[in-house]
């Protein structure tokens, strides 16, 4: 029987505990289908746990968890526990003598009866706060035995973390893809082991590895080999006694090391996201799906984003945890450390390193210690692929610096899961931008500082919404194996690892790239630059927009590509919000000040059209040289560029320039730009074909 639990408690879930669910668009990033029965998997039947689950469901438009479920006639429970409740803690049953066995067997049969039917089967996850813990300290409110705790230890939690309570939807299992793998006895037992195992594993990977302790921490990086060496080598030659200079590597590690706090990350997390609140009007995400189930699988995961802001630093951590996924630590730049950021974002999770450790070997080393530490711990590492914050609105040359120190702690552990996560990250309005046009037009860059944060917050307004893609993450033992095939078996030279660095770095800021979130402002920015007088009628400036939207719809099968689907009117007002361009009777312009700002957005989503740009400035290159305008001639004129383009805008290098034609000219023509006869290309839209040339400095000039 399913626990509904005491008014008491009733009243508890409904005045003290706030249940938050992830993923947000459960049916959506699921793939659930509400046509097909749903039964719900939880761990322990708890009444806290079943009405938080009720809540949840409720919200996010599913059956209810409580009420049963007609399967050909048959009543059927739409949730299964592992454990029921009890007073005090208990072990599970033992297998065979388990109830939901015999549900499993139910729901086997069904399917085995009905070849239509197909049951999904949803795990359910719930987390009472999500504070690891520390190292070497144990807590009675440890999460990862909150699934089988009894009533009063469980009532003690809900008081104790209530107010952050999250429900996790995992994803469905197919029964009847399950029913056609077996025996249907051995089947059920199977399932029924795996169900056993799964939560645990699941808390373990959610919850991550216990915090470090900061004091602790520094004195193990103290002891690693290849750091001692490098002190007593540092003594003899510099004539130094060894605790002088462990003091010095102390000292660096003060200023290095995080000091990561879940209790203030979740009191700052409400200060966030009240900032967020005032400053933006909501943040879109996209794509969480991979990075949840890559945690989920027991993955170590780096998580490697474009660097548009500072902050993109909260933004990021903030979001992943808002996700359920366990916060990362953060690499920072040292110029951020002063108060009273520094403090701030050290006890989020920010260990900070230097801009260059080419006058200091033995801070690179420690560093380097210290990084590889973190990184074979199993916490979660986040830093920018780019080194530092883009001034020109492009992505920057990778810096690999901190990409080959994890991949050397990787082969010399290559048992271990690591997954790469490339994120791309936009906004309608970046706080920095008129500092990157100066900066771009000469002026020194001004520090960091307290009062340039006073600053800022004095500006703080309407900077409208903020863009967070999940690009397509990066398995580094498969990129080994496809690459280097006897990697485990052959010492792997310096040259070839410095390759293989370079590799993924590439692979990093192509997936990036293949993420983009074209927003109402970047797209018109980029329109209305392409056009060659920076001035246009209302009406025309629209059918461009449009047409832009088409290219990026032709492109949305199996694309990371987001693009803001609002059209006409509603589009040029959420760019016109920002005012970074102007609408005066009825002509769409900017100034010229204005157009230096422009263009930084423009760069941020410009790569998503130079390859049609290009296929125009080819065409319009062999009318100008009398050629004809065939396919083959085409592939010739563009093949000099295509590779310089994907270089410089990181675009897919597992194209050939062959296949790059052939696809775009076919997307140009559905776009109504060119018409194909008798094997001959010709423009169909002047208008349009000047504009899409106007994407790219003409590479034929």
Not at 129 to 146: A, C, I, T, V
Not at 316 to 332: C, D, N, R, T
Not at 499 to 508: H, P, R, S, T, W
Not at 555 to 567: C, G, I, P, R
Request: charge should be positive.
């Amino acid at each position: 029987m399913l626990a509904t639990g005491s008014l008491f408690s009733r009243i508890i879930n409904r005045t003290w505990v706030t249940s938050r669910h992830v993923p947000t668009n459960v049916q959506k990033e699921l793939d659930i289908d509400l046509n097909r029965p749903i039964i719900y998997v939880v761990e322990q039947n708890n009444a806290s746990d079943l009405l938080g689950l009720q809540a949840s469901c409720k919200k996010a438009g599913l059956p209810d968890p409580y009420l049963p479920i007609m399967v050909n006639e048959q009543k059927v429970s739409a949730l299964i526990y592992i454990h029921n409740w009890s007073l005090f803690a208990s072990q599970g049953p033992q297998l065979q003598d388990a109830p939901y066995l015999t549900q499993y067997q139910q729901l086997l049969d069904l399917h085995q009866a009905d070849t239509n039917l197909d049951i999904q089967l949803i795990p359910i996850t719930f987390y009472w706060g999500r504070n690891p813990g520390r190292e070497g300290k144990s807590s009675w409110f440890d999460l990862r035995e909150q699934g089988r705790v009894g009533l009063f230890h469980k009532s003690l939690i809900v008081l104790k973390n209530g107010k952050d309570h999250l429900v996790r939807f995992n994803q469905p299992i197919s029964i009847k893809k399950l029913s056609l793998r077996g025996e249907q006895q051995q089947l059920a037992h199977k399932l029924a082991k795996v169900a056993m195992r799964y939560f645990d594993f699941q808390k373990r990977s959610s919850i991550g590895p216990k915090l470090p302790n900061r004091k602790e921490m520094i004195e193990a990086v103290l002891t690693q080999p290849n750091l001692r060496k490098l002190i007593m080598d540092t003594a003899k030659n510099e004539q130094l006694s060894e605790a002088l200079v462990e003091a010095k590597c102390r000292t660096y590690l003060n200023e290095i090391s995080a000091d990561f706090s879940y209790t203030f990350l979740r009191v700052f997390r409400l200060f966030l996201k009240a900032i967020w609140n005032c400053i933006y009007r909501g943040i879109e995400v996209h794509h969480a799906q991979a990075v949840r189930q890559a945690c989920q699988s027991g993955a170590e995961v780096i998580y490697m984003p474009c660097h548009r802001s500072h902050m993109d630093y909260l933004l990021l951590s903030y979001l992943l945890f808002e996700q359920g996924v366990v916060p990362p630590h953060v690499a920072a730049g040292v110029n951020l450390n002063f108060f009273p950021a520094g403090p701030i974002f050290r006890r989020s999770g920010a260990f900070f390193l230097r801009r260059t450790f080419k006058d200091s070997p033995l801070y690179a080393e420690v560093f380097n210690a210290y990084f590889a530490m973190l990184f074979k711990q199993g916490y979660p590492i986040e830093f920018f692929t780019e080194g530092g914050r883009s001034r020109s609105g492009l992505l920057l040359q990778p810096k690999t610096g901190l990409l080959s120190t994890s991949l050397k702690t990787y082969l010399n552990q290559p048992e271990r899961n690591v997954v790469i996560v490339p994120i791309y990250i936009g906004y309608d309005h970046i706080m920095e931008v008129n500092t990157y046009v100066k900066e771009q037009a000469g002026q020194k860059k001004e520090r960091e500082s307290i009062w340039q944060l006073l600053g800022i917050v004095k500006k703080l307004g309407n900077f409208g919404r903020a863009f967070v893609n999940f690009g397509e993450p990066i398995n580094v033992k498969q990129h080994f194996d496809n690459n280097l095939p006897n990697w485990r078996n052959e010492t792997v030279s310096d040259l070839q690892f410095k390759q293989q660095v370079a590799n993924v770095a590439q692979k990093v800021m192509v997936n990036i790239n293949q993420a983009t979130a074209v927003n109402a402002l970047p797209l018109c920015a980029a329109v209305l630059l392409a056009n060659k007088q920076q001035q246009i009628d209302k009406t025309t400036f629209l059918q461009q927009l449009s047409k832009h939207q088409q290219w990026l719809s032709l492109n949305e099968e199996n694309s990371l590509v987001t693009y803001e689907k609002t059209v006409g009117n509603g589009l040029l007002q959420q760019a016109l919000e920002q005012k970074k361009f102007q609408l005066s009777h009825e002509i769409v312009s900017c100034s010229q000040e204005q157009q230096a700002v422009l263009n930084y957005y423009r760069n941020n989503i410009v790569h998503l059209f130079v390859l049609p740009s290009l296929i125009c400035h080819a065409i319009d290159a062999l009318q100008a040289q009398n050629r004809v305008t065939a396919l083959e001639n085409i592939i010739q004129a563009s093949a000099p560029h295509y590779a310089l383009l994907q270089q410089t805008y990181f675009l897919s290098e597992t194209i050939e320039v062959e296949e790059f034609v052939s696809v775009t000219t076919e997307k140009l023509i559905k776009l109504e730009l060119l018409a194909l006869k008798e094997g001959v290309y010709s423009v169909t839209d002047l208008v349009l074909f000047e504009l899409m040339k106007g994407h790219l400095n003409n590479p034929f000039a």
